[in-house]
């Protein structure tokens, strides 16, 4: 058996390499041969999945992982808690590919099956609950994103002080930004960070993201000296944990731009961006939310800097991959509307100009309306 996993690691190498899509049987003289009856393998198959998303093989992963579904279902164990798992995986491989709408459908399923085998108040209903909550919010669903990371929030709070509090914390932050509810989402960032640093130590890599998400909205107030201070910290965290192409890294380079851009220094912010554009395209997708929303931000600058051209057809590229995924009345599109309308207006591009505002417009009713 110990002989036969150690295979299944070494082959499912390979597999990341794009050679194979599927674990064969070994030829009986090599010493070694795969059981796809072994309870154990589906387990480590998912497991490889996780890997390989964690190294941005997001192919691999996805191979690796439908293959790992796949043995559950032929073994009936797919109402498993190590199911639960694997649908996990699963979710993150496709969110990773632009897919929110089917990343949700599997946190669904796996949040589901971790109920009914745990009980509504463990840590992995909680872990389902933080992700399906940034599921929902990729696609514009604030208010159950909100539902979601409350009810984390609140299970995990019952025990000790952890990490998985801290990431629901940051992630309640970030949807709680997003509805402009900017003090309560300071205070959600900032208890995260602390109990991060006091958890994990002070330059685990969990602890990136909230510095990240607390420098967006230091820089949202213009304290640009303490949201300086919380991006270079990111940036140096993230630096020494993950390679030069990982999202995170991105992560920490779109929000250097973002301050760059609210400093002024367009061509700094333009760098920085450029940068986190090519990285998220490559290491997700270039349909995925993040990748969009960094392009949105990189067309901003390309205006400010009276690159009107280049302006214009990123913003075009940027709206045409989030509202693929927020959807065609997001609020938060009419803002981007209505400078890429600025941007075609001083093209004298009148007609295009007036259906962006029509738009943008139509948006800000429904809100208000609602």
């Known amino acids: 058996m110990a002989a036969q996993k150690i295979w299944i690691l070494i082959f499912s190498a390979v597999t990341l390499a794009g050679q194979v899509s599927e674990i064969p049987q070994l030829d009986r003289s090599s010493g070694f041969q795969t059981d796809d ?208 192409n990982h999202p995170r890294i991105a992560a920490d380079l779109n929000a250097a731009g973002v301050l760059a851009t609210a400093r002024k220094n367009y061509p700094e912010a333009e760098e920085l961006l450029v940068r986190a554009q090519s990285i998220l395209e490559n290491s997700l997708s270039p349909q995925h939310p993040e990748t969009g929303q960094v392009m949105l931000y990189l067309a901003e600058v390309y205006r400010l800097e009276k690159k009107l051209e280049l302006a214009r057809d990123t913003f075009k590229r940027g709206l045409a991959v989030v509202t693929s995924t927020w959807g065609p009345n997001d609020k938060r599109l009419a803002p981007w509307m209505e400078k890429l309308a600025e941007v075609l207006r001083t093209q004298q591009d009148f007609a295009g100009a007036e259906d962006l505002e029509i738009r943008a417009t139509r948006i800000r009713v429904i809100h208000t309306i609602r």
Request: glycine fraction near 6%; aromatic fraction near 4%; charged fraction near 25%.
């Open 37 to 244: 009856n072994d309870p154990d393998l589906p387990k480590l198959v998912c497991r490889m999945a996780l890997f390989a998303q964690y190294g941005s093989d997001i192919p691999g992963a996805d191979k690796l992982v439908r293959h790992g579904l796949s043995l559950f279902a032929r073994n009936n164990a797919l109402e498993t808690a190590d199911a639960a798992a694997c649908l996990t995986t699963f979710a993150g491989v496709l969110e990773s590919k632009g897919q929110p709408k089917q990343a949700q459908e599997q946190l669904e399923r796996a949040l589901a099956i971790r109920e009914r085998l745990l009980g509504p108040n463990h840590s992995l209903v909680a872990d389902s609950l933080i992700r399906l909550g940034m599921a929902h919010f990729y696609q514009g669903e604030s208010a159950q994103a909100e539902k979601m990371e409350v009810r984390a929030v609140e299970i995990l709070r019952l025990q000790a002080p952890s990490q998985d509090l801290a990431a629901a914390l940051n992630d309640l932050g970030t949807v709680l930004s997003a509805q402009g509810r900017a003090k309560e989402a300071e205070d959600r960032t900032r208890e995260a960070i602390s109990i991060w640093e006091r958890v994990a130590g002070s330059d685990d890599p969990s602890l990136s993201g909230g510095l990240t998400n607390l420098a967006l909205l230091l820089e949202a107030r213009k304290q640009y000296d303490e949201a300086t201070r919380a991006v270079n910290r990111a940036r140096r965290i993230d630096e020494r944990a993950f390679p030069p």
